[in-house]
């Protein structure tokens, strides 16, 4: 089990989007996390497919993970792997075939995960693990960039790692920064995404080295190593 730090291009300046995708991909970051909204699922419109394969022209080697905060992703699964998706996520309180749905992400050959809201019960993606490379708990309410961690869903991180053991990757996304990270780790965390906090460094590089070396403390049963 790794840690993977994934920057956020939702903090990006719009403006530069191509420089922010190469400012990512020359800061040493495990993958660009692209967050894809429809206006119905979550209260804000972001990007869309073009974004994704913007990134894949500008940073061929930097990998795309892509979290759909959509009502049907079902719908658009397809379009986000052709466009250069090369992890797909989707949310369990989504209105479609869960099941179908991983699957397809799956069927297309590209690694497939489950989002669930702050206020979701993690026995609600538990049927659906054997289909999952990864979970992401938002600790944040989805939709914006910029708002405070949530430290009350640490207890079903450390729950979903106590029953899943090491094999599963376990993501955190909202209000990511050196102290929630840790935090995050403590619970059982292995994956990070931060949007704000990274982009708006002088050094991306440097941050993410230091949130690295906090991290690699850890080995995720709440011990220093
Ligand atoms: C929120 C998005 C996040 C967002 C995180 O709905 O899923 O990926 O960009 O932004 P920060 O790190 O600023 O909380
Ligand atoms: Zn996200």
Known sequence: MSIQILPSLLAADFGRLSEEIARVAGSGADALHLDIMDAHFVPNLSFGPDVVALSRRVAPGLFRHVHLMMSRPDLYIGRFVEYGAQTVQIHVEADCDIWAALREIRALGVR????????TPVEAIKPYLGLCDEVLFMTVNPGYGGQSFMPEVMPK??????????????MVDGGVNFETAVVAAEAGANQFVAGSFLFRQQDMGEAINKLRGVLSAWNFNGNIV
């Open 112 to 119: 497939s995960g489950l989002v669930l809201r702050p206020q």
């Open 157 to 170: 991180i450390a729950a979903l790692r106590r029953c899943a053991g090491s094999a599963l990757d376990i």
